[in-house]
């Protein structure tokens, strides 16, 4: 049995203690958001945060998020009112959608390390998400917005 803590809430899981924290999250926990892309940790489709650090969960073990904290997307906010979940919906950026919380889940992380962060370090810190429909510009656009919204503390 391993005790974990995701999106705030305990969880008791009967799984070997190397499978991956995605299929725990997605089969176990019936928390969907977060996706399978490649699962070689290559595409970022399959970001959550450990403790607040983006990681691949498609890569990590469930062992390692033992008594840990994780925070899937659906953990971003419960009700949308997250500055890059304003900001994704305002400049219409997805366009299938499929990589966009693991994007959104690295932009977190980016933007809680980095308020106010250039066009060049947004496109180094996001450079492990891959988005198959190309919406880079819209991205690294709603990355801007959202951290105008975080310090204005509304919607712009």
């Given amino acids: 049995m391993i005790k974990l803590t ?5 969880y008791t899981v009967d799984v070997e203690p190397t499978m991956p924290l995605l299929w725990v999250i997605r089969d176990v ?8 892309g490649c ?8 970001t959550v945060h450990l403790n607040g650090e983006a990681v691949r969960s498609c890569v990590t073990p ?3 998020a ?3 904290k994780v925070t899937t997307i659906e953990g971003l906010s419960t009700d949308f009112s997250h500055p890059l979940q304003q900001a994704w919906q305002e400049e219409d950026v997805p366009q299938c959608g499929y990589c966009q919380s693991g994007q959104l889940m690295s932009a977190a992380v980016l ?14 810190a996001m450079s492990g998400n891959i988005c198959r429909c190309g919406t880079y510009p819209r991205i690294r656009k709603a990355i801007h917005r959202a951290a105008a919204m975080q310090k204005t503390g509304g919607a712009q």
């Fill in 6 to 10: 995701v999106n705030d809430q305990p």
């Fill in 62 to 64: 469930v062992k390692r």
């Fill in 29 to 36: 926990l019936h928390l969907t958001g977060t996706k399978y």
């Fill in 39 to 46: 699962g070689m940790a290559q595409c970022g489709a399959c």
């Fill in 111 to 124: 933007l809680r390390e980095n308020p106010n962060p250039t066009d060049q370090d947004i496109d180094d």
């Fill in 66 to 68: 033992e008594n840990q």
